[in-house]
């Protein structure tokens, strides 16, 4: 599956205190030129609003989005390989899209950029 930038996926999470797997959404933060070469690099979404972390964003459009509860995206990056890319559910609204790029600018500064 390819998918395009600002897509919300569901894919396989492996659970860090057991053996196994759950399936869970995370955000595409690659272009469909990156991901058209096998890889798609994602962000992790989550409904823990508990142990916030520098970078975590709320999403404010859930039905644009295809997620049933409040949730937030989490600067917690991976690139996984698309053949694990389960299925698309939504896609960001402008609004969260630019948040959440405020967001990566602000904790992953681009373009030679610098964070105070």
Do not use: Y
């Not at 999470?13 to 798609?40: D, I, M």
């Amino acid at each position: 599956m390819i998918c395009e930038q600002w897509e919300v996926v569901v894919v396989p999470f492996p659970f860090t205190e057991r053996a196994g797997e759950k399936r869970r959404p995370a955000l595409v933060l690659s272009g469909r030129v990156f991901n058209r070469r096998g890889h798609t690099i994602l962000s992790m979404i989550t409904s823990v609003r508990h142990n916030r972390l520098p970078g975590d964003r709320p999403l404010e459009d859930l039905a644009s989005a295809g997620l049933p509860s409040p949730c937030l995206v989490r600067l917690k990056l991976f690139t996984l390989d698309n053949r694990l890319l389960v299925k698309k559910i939504g896609r960001l609204g402008p609004a969260d899209r630019r948040a959440i790029g405020d967001g990566l600018q602000a904790h992953l500064p681009l373009h030679g950029r610098r964070t105070p």
